[in-house]
């Protein structure tokens, strides 16, 4: 069966490759060897231009007038697709973006499918997997933190770090197929220090990489909990974070009964702030499994905020004091307004001081207090984004994962034998071209389409 992304067989694409709403201008962009002749059909404006020139002309089908506006080509390679491509840009009603996708498709051009125009340029070394998902994830930023993370993975930061892994294991590789491809030689490469050494720290790069959560932290949200005990103020300050009124706020205790989530815009981190049920013994069925989520929200949080009622002193109970994170917890003590008392600066739990704001939580000021501090614990949690090309990727981590089984694999191998073992460097070359393969997968060097469907199955049709 023919693949639907096939297009060696001459297929030319289109798909409008702005936003499907009203708006006052739309781009609609076609792809392939007949890219130039369809587009001169319906803007003879067109015909004889230089490429990367801009003209402007009327947008016909047969001899009825759809539209007009600018439109320019693209010569291959030299394009985003690394083909033919010409660009319609004119106004931005559905009725005429319609009139004019018909005027195109009536030539014998088809409508892309999602991602296509994406796939094309990694099908022709315009870019590999990782920009490709930097470029989706450019086009899905909501914040600047998660647009320069995109950017710097778009410009091939992450791919660079990804093929230079796989090029350290091409060496090692070369080095074992040595003492295959010339066994007269007795080389002893598998018994060779230096080449496990080579290994260990390969693999010690890579399980670090593994570690590092801040990359998928930014893409996906940073998790942000507020805790405490039922009537503290936590649903009063998710508002006030929110600057609205997300969680019903209420004097009676136990109001809240499930996890009430919002997202925000954190020193230019996003960051999803979950309030949680009151943390209590209870009798109350509904009420205990919103205690239970809470727990298991503050748990499984990268910042937690936990809120204390000054009206019933400043002791911590037990069990908020073990959920609190070193470094990563502001302690907030609600209704500061309605006693008179000296708030500590930190309380210590252990030997780890967690620090302190008291406050109003109805009033504004209590906001200006609050968010310079959350915003440096949320900083530093997704701090790393924001220098370093990271995994941002459940098949990135994935990948490294299988990479690293295969090279302990291969280790294993070595260590069987004393000297170099036919058989035996055999195993591991296999090995090393495996972990060279689930590394490749990333970029795309393995040429797998069942990487390439998973990658560009979550595009709009434009891209």
């Keep these: 069966m023919q693949n639907r992304f096939d297009y060696q067989n001459g297929d030319t694409i289109v798909a409008l490759a702005t936003a499907p709403v009203a708006s006052g201008v739309a781009v609609i962009r076609l792809s392939g060897p007949r890219a130039w002749e369809v587009g001169t059909s319906v803007c003879a404006a067109l015909e004889g231009v230089e490429p990367r020139r801009v003209v402007f002309g009327k947008f016909v ?25 010409v660009e319609l840009q004119g106004h931005g009603g559905r009725a005429v973006v319609q009139a004019v996708l018909d005027a195109v498709l009536a030539h014998g051009v088809r409508m892309a499918q999602p991602g296509e125009f994406s796939r094309r340029a990694v099908l022709n070394g315009k870019m590999d997997l990782t920009a490709a998902e930097g470029l989706a994830d450019l086009i899905a930023a909501q914040t600047e933190v998660q647009r320069k993370q995109a950017l710097r993975q778009l410009d091939g930061a992450l791919g660079e770090r990804f093929e230079g892994w796989r090029t350290a294991v091409l060496g090692l590789l070369a080095q074992v197929e040595a003492a295959i491809d010339f066994p007269d030689e007795e080389l002893d490469v598998l018994a060779d220090a230096a080449l496990t ?9 890579l399980t670090a990489a593994l570690g590092e959560q801040a990359g998928a932290r930014v893409r996906d949200g940073i998790a942000l909990a507020i805790v405490g005990k039922p009537n503290a103020g936590k649903s ?11 969680a019903i706020v209420s ?11 919002s997202v925000l815009d954190l020193g230019g981190f996003p960051v999803t702030v979950a309030d949680t049920a009151g943390m209590r013994m209870t009798e109350d069925v509904i009420e205990a499994e919103g205690v239970r989520r809470a727990r298991k929200q503050a748990e499984r949080a990268d910042v937690l905020v936990v809120v204390v009622d000054s009206t019933e002193g400043e002791e911590l109970d037990e069990e908020l004091a073990e959920l609190m994170l070193p470094g990563r917890t502001l302690v907030v003590m609600s209704k500061a307004d309605r006693v008179e008392m000296d708030f500590p600066a930190q309380v210590k739990v252990g030997e780890v001081g967690h620090p302190v704001v008291a406050a109003n939580l109805t009033e504004p000021e209590a906001l200006r207090r609050i968010l310079p501090l959350l915003t440096r614990m949320v900083a530093d949690v997704g701090g790393e984004a924001t220098e ?7 098949r990135h981590k994935a990948a490294v994962e299988q990479a690293l089984q295969s090279l302990g694999h291969a280790l294993a191998c070595m260590a069987r034998a004393g000297k170099s073992d036919g058989s035996v460097a055999e195993l591991a070359a296999q090995d090393l071209r495996d972990a060279a393969s689930a590394i490749g997968s990333v970029t795309g060097r393995t040429g797998s389409e069942d990487v390439l469907d998973v990658v560009f199955s979550t595009f709009c049709v434009g891209k």
Excluded: W, Y
Aim: aromatic share 4%; proline share 2%.
């Design 61 to 85: 089908l047969g001899r009825e007038e759809l539209d007009e506006g600018l439109a320019v080509g693209f010569c291959a390679p030299a394009s985003f697709t690394g083909e033919d491509v």
């Design 197 to 205: 050494k080579a290994m260990h720290a390969l693999m010690a790069d």
């Design 236 to 246: 009063t300050l998710l508002n006030l974070l929110a600057g609205r009124d997300v």
């Design 251 to 261: 004097d009676i205790a136990g109001t809240t009964r499930d996890v009430v989530t």
């Design 388 to 394: 370093s090309a990271l995994l941002t990727r459940q």
